[in-house]
T-cell receptor, first 115, second 114 residues
Framework: NAGVTQTPKFRILKIGQSMTLQCTQD?????MYWYRQDPGMGLKLIYY???????DKGEVPNGYNVSRSTTEDFPLRLELAAPSQTSVYFC??????????????FGPGTRLTVL | GNSVTQMEGPVTLSEEAFLTINCTYT??????LFWYVQYPGEGLQLLLK?????DKGSNKGFEATYRKETTSFHLEKGSVQVSDSAVYFC?????????????FGQGTILTVHP
């Protein structure tokens, strides 16, 4: 049981390039989330999904896109990378059935630098 | 809207010192409250949680009590170890149609020296 896995661990992009951050969970969780973590700012929700084919915006969705074609996978797409997207990105998942006791499980993160 | 405020950091302590990290929240209704910990180079992991007023969450010697009257969920540990050095995040889940979404505080960096 690997939990939540993310690839790549590190990436450097040039301004204007695009890339996809991969996220996979093997816990059969319904809910999945993408966060970005900026220094001293906590975590901000980018997008989330409550099941395959269903996604919605979080607090800071601009410049990103997501899809969820399977329960396991929730990739995050960056189009036209900008320096403001330099951050650490975390994917998380939760059961979605435990209500107010539900626990989110996080991946190890992807550190992205845009130069 | 919902928000979480943590004490200013970073916090530096000697081994075996007492730890308190303050957390206060603003939310409508009755949120669930969580403490997550992030060790260097890793993702966040749940440390403890409480789902209703006066509940006490505890794990690995850490404790936090859900105080509705003061809208607080302060994290405490009686005797910290070097291995407790990490970033600690307070978070709330507002419930209802929030779809599990968490609101996080800004995080508090804890460094424990031998």
């Amino acid at each position: 049981n690997a939990g939540v896995t993310q690839t790549p661990k590190f990436r450097i992009l040039k301004i204007g390039q695009s890339m996809t951050l991969q996220c996979t969970q093997d816990m059969n969780h319904n809910y999945m989330y993408w966060y970005r973590q900026d220094p001293g700012m906590g975590l901000k929700l980018i997008y989330y999904s409550v099941g395959a084919g269903i996604t919605d915006k979080g607090e800071v969705p601009n410049g990103y896109n997501v899809s969820r074609s399977t329960t396991e996978d929730f990739p995050l797409r960056l189009e036209l990378a900008a320096p403001s997207q330099t951050s650490v990105y975390f994917c998380a998942s939760s059961n979605g059935l435990a209500g107010r006791t539900d626990t989110q499980y996080f991946g190890p993160g992807t550190r992205l630098t845009v130069l | 809207g919902n928000s979480v405020t943590q004490m200013e950091g970073p916090v530096t302590l000697s081994e075996e010192a007492f730890l308190t990290i303050n957390c206060t929240y603003t939310a409508t209704g009755y949120p669930s409250l969580f403490w997550y910990v992030q060790y260097p180079g890793e993702g966040l992991q749940l440390l403890l949680k409480a789902t209703k007023a006066d509940d006490k969450g505890s794990n690995k010697g850490f404790e936090a009590t859900y105080r509705k009257e003061t809208t607080s969920f302060h994290l405490e540990k009686g005797s910290v170890q070097v291995s407790d050095s990490a970033v600690y995040f307070c978070a709330l889940y507002a419930g209802g149609t929030s779809y599990g979404k968490l609101t996080f505080g800004q995080g508090t960096i804890l460094t424990v020296h031998p």
